[in-house]
């Protein structure tokens, strides 16, 4: 007997190309199929060419489903009850009475947009919006990889891909019909098929982007995810920032991702009045979200992360709660923004610097002791030990800022104070980095940039740990550069300059290259290719910007990357003596003029 007997309304097959060239196929671009060369082959000026059409093959229609039935008979023991809580429906608002602090919706968006056109030596970047289209061959193995797991209280999806270019994958917005027919996947969040779709589109997709370890589950998943059970603020959020990830690769949504941030906003509003009387990990949840939300879909000036982090951060330092693997977690989270956020917008850190020694890796729930990735912690790799040290680097833009004020007013003494500190903490600082060794997991050792076993074994995980350890050395030497060119002032073709923001490239290259998680990897990548001034440090950074978009598919990279072509611009246009060239906040006056607010995160 089936479950669920709703009849879903057919789905019109999509026409796939199958006899496109040889170019747009390794490009996975549509071929307008044209001989002897294509438009797309035309317009580069390629050769283009064709390989003969292979016969179509198609699973057996009775197999497929009979297989289908075999799997759902362990998924469907438990259905949670839909009355937990209510949804909006779609219709009874719209974007313009919902508040909001956004100006404008986003539903244009696009990837990052490399011009064909460029005095640029290095080969142009072809990255535009990819098409998603699902067969019926697809339809029947996405059913199949979609099943959620038996669970009333968590839900763990099973992750179609850990390829490196998760940012490409997508849910269909509408279920199968053969998917519909049987008992829909995350049916304990929502009745409607494209909200489903968001669900799964956040567990098997998004939540692998951010974190750095999940070999016992994805933390979003186990702490997060549940909360939106009962959270209607928390579901919202959610909603929104898959659909807004969704829409800004090109994927059409029913309902946009503007209409769920407003509703997510309101719903949060009402939790921060019931004051003493709200479950403090539910509103650190819906802003941790939003937080995630404003970064992915920046656009302008705006301060809103800003503002939910000092929310977040008084919530923290006012609850009396004991902690909980939940809690930790989001805070672990919170404190990553803030910093992350101080060094991009240049402003002080909210949360107090951690004590050195203080943070320990934060694993997955029910993790094996004996984990391959133990000392990597959950959303900062091999870089715990380091941020403390990142912590305090982020404060001292801030404390050169009210140097320079308090100098402009004549107030002698508050600026030989300041000084003092000033130069005291940033020589710790630069200490501290030339002293720091990534957090490495047991009976592994480093030789030659390699990480290596003493006994001569082979490393488990050898590729996801080896991006991660460049991860973590292209924060220390991107560090340096921070610290050399924004504090210290020094001209960009100053030696150590070069020498660090050339590892760091090299170093965030290597990341791309091992595939591994890059959800932290942009301010690193950023603030070294700024100083890049050789054509091969150029092509460094244009290699990895184009691997961290394709993998990741986020708003912020295609900003960074437009605000780095016209860095170069600018540094191409001057002398060596020039005042642009000696100006250490170069791409924030960049980012000023553009109308960009970034958070590198």
Known sequence: MLLYTKVAAPKVPKRRSRAGCTFCKEKKKKCDEKRPRCARCAEKDLQC??????????????????????????????????????????????????????????????????????????????????????GIADEEDQTKDLMRRNSSMSVVSQARSLQPDLAMIAPCPVGSPTLEFVL??????????????????????????????????????????????????????IYALASAHMEYRGIETSEKSLYFHNKAIQGLARLIEQEGKVDKIELLAAIMLLVYYEVLVQRGRSNIVDG?????????????????????????????????TALSLGSAPLSTAPAAGCLIPFPPMDAPAASPLSNVDTLLGMATTLWPIMHRLSNLLSLKNDIESASRKNQASKSAVLKMEFETTSQAIETALTQWEPCLPPNIVIEDGVLRSPS??????????????????????????????????????????????????????????????????????????????TTEDRALARKAFIGIDQRQGMTNIGQAWDILKEVWKR??????????VKDTDLWRKVSTEMGMNIVFG
């Open 49 to 134: 060419t064709y390989e003969a059409v292979r016969p179509r093959q198609r699973r057996r229609k009775e197999s497929s489903q009979s297989g289908l039935a075999q799997n759902d008979r362990g998924s469907c023991e438990s259905i949670l009850d839909y009355e937990q809580w209510q949804e909006i429906p779609a219709g009874e608002g719209s974007d313009s009475e919902c508040f909001s602090p956004l100006d404008g919706k986003f539903g244009g968006m696009s990837p990052m947009n490399f011009s064909a056109v460029s005095d640029d030596p290095l080969p142009p970047i072809d990255i535009s919006p990819a098409t998603y289209e699902y």
């Open 456 to 533: 001569g074994r082979d490393v488990p995980e050898r590729q996801q740990l080896q991006s991660i350890l460049h991860n973590a050395l292209a924060y220390r030497h991107s560090a340096f550069v921070y610290l050399y060119r924004t504090i210290y002032g020094y001209p960009p073709h100053r030696e150590v300059v070069q020498k660090h923001s050339h590892a760091a490239l090299v170093h965030c290259l290597e990341t791309v290259t091992h595939k591994g998680p890059m959800g932290a990897l942009l301010w690193p990548l950023f603030v070294a290719a700024c100083e890049a001034v």
């Open 571 to 580: 540094l191409d246009d001057v002398n060596d003596n020039s005042s642009q």
């Open 184 to 237: 829909p996947v995350f049916s304990e969040f929502s009745e409607r098929p494209n909200r489903r779709a968001l669900v799964d589109h956040f567990c098997n997709v998004l939540s692998h982007l951010i974190v750095f370890r999940e070999e016992s589950g994805n933390p979003f998943q186990q702490l997060v995810l549940p909360l939106s059970q009962r959270s209607s603020p928390i579901m919202n959020a």
């Open 308 to 340: 939910h982090l000092k929310g977040a951060l008084t919530i923290m330092s006012t609850s009396q709660e004991e902690s909980s693997p939940a809690s930790l977690f989001l805070e672990r989270a919170f404190r990553f923004y803030d910093v992350i």
